[in-house]
């Protein structure tokens, strides 16, 4: 058991609402962070319980943030916690709320849970959460309850919105015009998925090369004749362009060798 989870079943303390399982994918991400002055901002503050663990498992020089529609919640600001009252899914409130907050090492988003809720809030903070941070949002299993907007291979569900960084993180090997690079090609490292929850860690992009070197293992093979060179241009030539038609009506690829 990490210290989160030690801390989650200790008595009293405030009332904090997690799965399980989030506690092993916290501890795995943010124990880089810990005892450092660093800034962490909690959308959904309910009785301030995970604000409290925050602040046990990361120490003084935390500064804690949470965001909640709640107007009581703001009772719950105390030394080196601030708490803004406002909706997750008015950017108006977040373009102010980065206004106030300094740029974010650890962003969570345990909200309200409906998609537009976590994809505004997704659009609008992102691009403040730092060049060594980590965006997660929680309870993703909303996407596919029908009640938060959700649904299998539904348009529109967080889910597969979040489909696109996949796309976004390779974005540097595409040949089509219909993906390019963005901030989040150049901004991102990885992305990592669990049950209902998705890490997205940043960190400053070196340019990547393909190298090849060390000693070969058998010998080379014998070289080309000029026909065999023809010949494979005229395939390669001939699988770039049929892939061309099929990508055009969305078929599958192919290639022939
Ligand atoms: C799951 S609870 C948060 C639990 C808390 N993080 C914990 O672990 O104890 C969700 C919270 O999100 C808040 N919430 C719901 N809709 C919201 C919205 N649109 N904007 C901001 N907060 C919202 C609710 O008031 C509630 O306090």
Request: overall charge positive; aromatic content about 14%; charged content about 25%.
């Amino acid at each position: 058991m990490n210290d989160l989870e030690t801390y989650f079943r200790q008595e009293n303390k405030r009332f904090i609402s997690k799965w399980t399982h989030y506690f092993d994918v916290y501890d795995r991400h943010f124990s880089r962070f810990r005892n450092q002055e660093i800034v962490i901002l909690e959308i959904g503050v309910s009785e301030g319980g995970s604000l409290h663990m925050w602040r046990n498992y990361f120490g003084e020089k935390a500064k804690i943030y949470g965001v909640d529609v709640n107007p009581r919640c703001k009772e719950l600001e105390e030394n080196n916690v601030k708490i803004f009252i406002g909706s997750q899914s008015d950017r108006s409130f977040l373009k102010s709320l980065i206004n106030q907050i300094p740029p974010i090492d650890i962003l969570i988003d345990d909200g309200g849970h409906t998609m537009n809720q976590q994809i505004i809030t997704y659009n609008e903070l992102f691009d403040h959460v730092k060049e060594n941070g980590i965006y997660l949002c929680e309870d993703l299993h909303t996407s596919y309850w029908l009640g938060y907007g959700g649904g299998h291979k539904r348009r529109g569900t967080f889910i597969e919105f979040s489909k696109n960084f996949i796309d976004y993180l390779n974005a540097n090997h595409s040949e089509q015009r219909s993906l390019r690079t963005n901030t989040f090609t150049n901004s991102v490292n990885s992305i990592h998925y669990y049950d209902s929850i998705i890490v997205i860690e940043k960190r400053k992009k070196e340019k990547s090369f393909h190298e090849k070197i060390g000693e070969m293992s058998f010998p080379p093979p014998p070289g080309k004749s000029s026909a065999q060179k023809i010949r494979l241009r005229i395939i390669n030539g001939f699988n770039k362009r049929i892939n061309g038609i099929l990508r055009f009506f969305r078929l599958k690829g192919y290639s022939w060798k």
